[in-house]
T-cell receptor, first 109, second 113 residues
Framework: QKEVEQNSGPLSVPEGAIASLNCTYSDRGSQSFFWYRQYSGKSPELIMSIYSNGDKEDGRFTAQLNKASQYVSLLIRDSQPSDSATYLCRGGGSYIPTFGRGTSLIVHP | DVKVTQSSRYLVKRTGEKVFLECVQDMDHENMFWYRQDPGLGLRLIYFSYDVKMKEKGDIPEGYSVSREKKERFSLILESASTNQTSMYLC????????????FGPGTRLTVL
């Protein structure tokens, strides 16, 4: 079974801090990874994709991929209360996507 | 912008009823997916389709069927609804590629009484 694992949280950080969300995966064939943000009662929204080892930055978000360690992370700088949501990690080395169960992030003022 | 729409945001049905959930995408995507999402269980894949009239079982297909008669439309059918099918149902679409980005519809919150 190809799996993507995430700590369910909640991860609680103060406003303005860096939030670090982590994800590990079992399928060494996985080539690409995605981070989705999901607000309560809403559907997942794609916020970052990463295809190669290293860092990818987009605004306050940085995705990091380490294929040797089978590890993906999402850093959110200058966290805001509006970042409070569940963050889903998605991988998949084939045509079938595999999602983690998500990490709940709470950013408190 | 990719747009994925679902026929209802909220639906209440009775046990034993036949239920149809419709999903339409307007970006000419080949792939379409149906998931259910329950607290603590994450997203679970029910069925997916890579082409018209083509369907593949996901992780939890029991109690469900699907139909894809047109490229833009993917329907999920609950033949005889049961209370354990009360859930949030999410449709997604993507291009046909090895690991494509998926775009989700707004979801249907189904309650079976």
């Amino acid at each position: 079974q190809k799996e993507v694992e995430q700590n369910s949280g909640p991860l609680s950080v103060p406003e303005g801090a860096i939030a670090s969300l982590n994800c590990t995966y079992s399928d060494r064939g996985s080539q690409s990874f995605f981070w989705y943000r999901q607000y309560s009662g809403k559907s997942p929204e794609l916020i970052m994709s990463i295809y190669s080892n290293g860092d990818k930055e987009d605004g306050r978000f940085t995705a990091q991929l380490n294929k040797a360690s089978q590890y993906v992370s999402l850093l959110i700088r200058d966290s805001q209360p509006s970042d409070s949501a569940t963050y889903l990690c998605r991988g998949g080395g084939s045509y079938i996507p595999t999602f983690g169960r998500g990490t709940s992030l709470i950013v408190h003022p | 912008d990719v747009k994925v729409t679902q026929s209802s945001r909220y639906l209440v049905k009775r046990t034993g009823e036949k239920v149809f959930l419709e999903c339409v995408q307007d970006m000419d995507h080949e792939n379409m997916f149906w998931y259910r999402q329950d607290p603590g269980l994450g997203l679970r894949l029910i069925y997916f389709s890579y082409d018209v009239k083509m369907k593949e079982k996901g992780d939890i297909p029991e109690g469900y069927s699907v139909s894809r008669e047109k490229k833009e439309r993917f329907s999920l059918i609950l033949e005889s609804a049961s209370t354990n099918q009360t859930s949030m149902y999410l449709c997604a679409s993507s291009l046909l590629a090895e690991v494509p980005e998926q775009f989700f519809g707004p979801g249907t919150r189904l309650t079976v009484l």
